[in-house]
Nanobody
């Protein structure tokens, strides 16, 4: 599966921003609903960190404590798309955000380590100004 993230840019602290990630390269046997989806982020000079994940059906979500209550992950399997709605943004949310995927028979929505997600998008930069 190939992942294309978009929607990054400059946002004001306290404001919203929504990231999108569209999947392609899917097949008859491996559809979008074959995958759990997630988001990681990386600030320069820091390690990449888990942000949020959603299971194949959209019925289960998991968030990092740092974004819980502010970010919402959702998906539409008919559109092969996952979103990350980011509200109440803080300057410390500034990072490159990566869309990730793992086959549901090979991983869990509660995976928070990079190595547990085997497909990565190219990243989209989010900058939050104070």
């Amino acid at each position: 599966v190939q992942l294309q993230a978009s929607g990054g840019g400059l946002a004001q602290a306290g404001g919203p921003l929504r990231l999108s990630c569209e999947a392609s390269g899917l097949t008859f046997s491996l559809t979008f609903s074959s995958y759990h989806m997630g988001w990681f982020r990386q600030d320069p000079g820091k390690e990449r960190e888990f942000v949020a994940a959603i299971n194949w059906s959209g019925g289960v979500t998991h968030y990092a404590d740092s974004v819980k209550g502010r970010f919402t992950i959702s998906r539409d399997n008919a559109k092969n798309t996952v979103w990350l709605q980011m509200d109440s943004l803080k300057p410390e949310d500034t990072a490159v955000y990566y869309c990730v995927a793992v086959r549901r028979d090979r991983g869990s929505v509660r995976n928070t380590r990079e190595a547990e997600w085997d497909s990565w998008g190219q990243g989209t930069l989010v900058t939050v100004s104070s």
